[in-house]
């Protein structure tokens, strides 16, 4: 028997997550400039990060030689005093992606259930495989989250509930209602974690106060990031909120120093500069429309998006995307998560989104005009 026959079937089951193309990669295959190479694929902000925490990573350099504070006591003072919650309530990850991970290796032991929707996050199935538990998938309804369904599939076994709202890859939404009727159903003793990696983006009139119910329900954990509209994707920063018992539970297994000094200073000043998250969301407005309109145009069916991206049907897939890259355009096609017709484009500056549909108007009638 090999090495690898030794390790757990729950392993060997796991789909690596694919990440977007990198541009210096596509450039590297085509032969292209990296200035001629427009990255839609992420979920990226193409305003870049808050000057302020530009200007908080300079100040930060000196020090680089050190260690991290371990507890991450500044950025945590932050965050209690944005979200009024107690810093013992609260846990740093490296991305919002290491506090799902979290949450899986603390709450489910070999064989415990974790269920969450189809066309849902890549990373709950690869987490729950990895803590040795089973991935419990429950059809989507209208490409989003069926609560109804889930709440039928939570059985004994179950340990953890994902949902993610905004949806990613699909950008649907669950009015904040219907999650707290949800969370009323929901057995004390199983963990509910609401993913809102792209809350700052809702509108107004969508908003719901979901810390709030973190006093009514305790078996709540909420995972939010910095990587979205906060722009700081590269440096890996993300935050949960829970009960004390629980996020006690989760710094017990999460690693010393997983969140850099870098990391820690510029989402501290991020979180102060909401006149850049503003301008973020409002530009995504406007690029969400000149996204949609363009498909309407072209006759393309697309998913209706909270997000800072949007899921649109061309067909072929595949084909639409490898043309789309031939010009320097890399979106994201989601056939991994049982949408092998789509392709999510994040929302990038004016031009960006410009030069996608121009990319795209050729990709999807090759040899037009020739």
Same mark, same amino acid.
């Given at each position: ?137 429950? =059809? ?34 669950? =009015? ?163 949408? =092998? ?30």
């Amino acid at each position: 028997m090999g090495i690898a026959d030794q390790v757990s079937a729950s392993i060997r089951a796991i789909s690596p997550y694919q990440p977007g193309k990198p541009m210096a990669e596509l450039a590297r295959e085509m032969g292209l400039q990296m200035g001629a190479i427009v990255k839609l694929a992420s979920n990226e902000n193409p305003l870049g990060m808050s000057p302020m925490a530009r200007e908080a990573i300079a100040r930060e350099l000196a020090d680089l030689p050190r260690y991290p504070d371990g507890n991450g006591f500044e950025l945590k003072a932050a965050l209690s005093a944005r979200f009024q919650v107690t810093p013992e309530r609260i846990v740093l990850g490296n991305g919002s992606n290491d506090v799902l991970d979290l949450i899986a290796r603390t709450f489910l032991n070999p064989g415990d259930e974790a269920v969450f929707s189809e066309h849902g996050f890549a990373v709950y199935p690869i987490s729950t495989l990895a803590a040795g538990g089973k991935p419990v998938q429950v =059809p989507a309804r209208d490409y989003g989250h069926d609560l109804d369904a889930m709440a039928a599939a939570i059985t004994a076994r179950t340990r953890v509930v994902f949902i993610a709202n905004p949806n990613n890859p699909t950008g649907t939404f669950v =009015p904040g209602a219907q999650l707290e009727a949800f969370l009323a159903r929901v057995p004390a003793n199983v963990v509910v974690v609401l993913d809102e990696a792209y809350t700052e983006y809702l509108p107004d009139e969508d908003r719901y106060d979901s810390i709030a119910w973190l006093a009514r329900f305790p078996n709540l954990i909420i995972s939010r990031t910095f990587s979205k509209a906060y722009g700081l994707a590269g440096l890996r920063v993300g935050f949960g909120l829970g009960s004390a018992e629980l996020i006690d539970l989760l710094n017990r297994v999460r690693q010393p120093f997983n969140v850099s000094s870098l990391a820690l200073a510029a989402a501290a000043a991020a979180l102060k500069d909401q006149a850049f998250v503003a301008r973020s969301a409002d530009i995504n407005r406007r690029g969400m429309a000149q996204l949609i309109g363009a498909f309407g145009q072209l006759g393309l069916e697309w998913i209706p998006s909270w997000g800072n991206f949007v899921t649109v049907r061309v067909g072929d897939a595949a084909g639409v995307n490898r043309r789309l890259l031939e010009q320097g355009v890399i979106v994201r096609p989601i056939g991994a998560y049982g949408l =092998p017709e789509w392709l999510r484009v994040s929302v990038g500056l004016p031009e960006e989104n410009a030069r996608f549909i121009e990319a795209l108007q050729v990709a999807l009638h090759p040899g037009a005009g020739q």
